[in-house]
């Protein structure tokens, strides 16, 4: 069965300090991965996806199909990265974007 | 440019009784439509889809029903609540074909306690 796992639901880390965000998928054919993200009293929104391999507000992702995992990273986290993270999984495929949800991590940068 | 827009924001409805949440897209035409549900502790699920006109699709199981009785409106119902409805329900839409980047776009969300 297709399932998306974040395995922490808090990470605190100090401003300037590096950033990664877990994700572990499981889905059986070739996924698209994506990470979303919901700022305090915003919409959640697409933050990035794998199959763009681009660098957002200076987040990445790498797909590693070995470990099936999907980690966001970060080299120096700034307050206003504070948020939830959302890892989703896409393997539906045809005309409708089915995704998969992960449980979500809180990640809070302090000062 | 393309909106989407839900309400009521919030709900509080006893046990038993009807729910109506409703959902519209603007500035696009044929847009597949999504109902989520977010629990605490347990992500996002999944609960409907739409890519068009009286078309549902279930994903689990439930109390609720969908419906989809215009191009860009998405409605969430049920004739009896339960408690276990309790949640934030998010409604999304995503562009059909070729311009398709897996991309879903999100609503505010309403969130809907059960007493």
């Known amino acids: 069965a297709q399932r998306v796992t974040q395995p922490e639901k808090l990470l605190s880390v100090f401003k300037g300090a590096p950033v990664e965000l877990k994700c572990n998928y499981s889905?059986?054919?070739?996924?698209?991965l994506f990470w979303y993200v919901q700022y305090s009293r915003q919409r959640l929104q697409l933050l990035l996806r794998?199959?763009s391999r681009e660098s957002i507000k200076g987040f990445t992702a790498d797909l590693n199909k070995g470990e099936t995992s999907f980690h966001l990273k970060k080299p120096f986290a700034q307050e206003e990265d504070s948020a939830m993270y959302y890892c989703?999984?896409?393997?539906?495929?045809?005309?409708?974007?089915?995704?998969?949800f992960g449980t979500g991590t809180l990640l809070a940068v302090q000062p | 440019s393309q909106t989407i827009h839900q309400w009521p924001a919030t709900l509080v409805q006893p046990v038993g009784s009807p729910l109506s949440l409703e959902c519209t897209v603007e500035?696009?035409?044929?847009?597949?439509l999504y109902w989520y549900r977010q629990a605490a502790g347990r992500g996002l699920q999944l609960l409907f889809y739409?890519?068009?006109?009286?078309?549902i699709s279930s994903e689990v199981p439930q109390n609720l029903s969908a419906s989809r009785p215009q191009d860009r409106q998405f409605i969430l119902s049920s004739k009896k609540l339960l408690l276990s409805d309790s949640g934030f329900y998010l409604c999304?839409?995503?562009?059909?074909?070729?311009?398709?980047?897996?991309?879903?776009?999100f609503g505010e969300g309403s969130r809907l306690t059960v007493l």
């Open positions: 999304a839409w995503s562009v059909v074909g070729g311009g398709n980047t897996g991309e879903l776009f």
């Open positions: 889905y059986s054919g070739s996924p698209e």
């Open positions: 794998h199959i």
């Open positions: 989703a999984l896409s393997g539906y495929g045809g005309a409708t974007n089915k995704l998969i």
């Open positions: 500035g696009t035409s044929n847009p597949n």
């Open positions: 739409s890519v068009g006109i009286g078309q």
